[in-house]
């Protein structure tokens, strides 16, 4: 069964920076992609970043410029690191991974923008 934790949510002031963990709970180069959504309140669920196994990056147009994914094989683990935060980033920020489609999903971390 495969598991991934999400950690590192917090309030954050406008302005700042936040880095987002998943570990997963097997080696992230079994899956096809990883990735990151996120969800506000009466919103979709949106993508905003995703790894391929080649390491083939993309990043929504809402947040590009402003946020990084990255990973680390060694610890299973997938980083989005967040700069120049807005109260409009808050949301719940879910890690996400396929295998072909199969989907699998974190259990989502908070993320709150607000002075």
């Known amino acids: 069964q495969v598991q991934l934790v999400e950690s590192g949510g917090g309030l954050v002031q406008p302005g700042g920076s936040l880095t987002l963990s998943c570990e997963a709970s097997?080696?992230?180069?079994?899956?096809?992609?990883m990735g990151w959504f996120r969800q506000s309140p009466g919103k979709e669920r949106e993508l905003i970043a995703t790894i391929n196994v080649g390491g083939r990056i993309h990043y929504a147009d809402s947040v590009k410029g402003r946020i990084t994914i990255s990973r680390d094989g060694d610890r299973k683990t997938v980083y989005l690191f967040m700069n120049n935060l807005k109260p409009e980033d808050t949301a719940v920020y879910y890690c996400h991974a396929n295998i072909l489609s199969r989907q699998y999903w974190g259990q989502g971390t908070q993320v709150t923008v607000a002075s």
């Open positions: 097997e080696n992230i180069f079994n899956f096809n992609s």
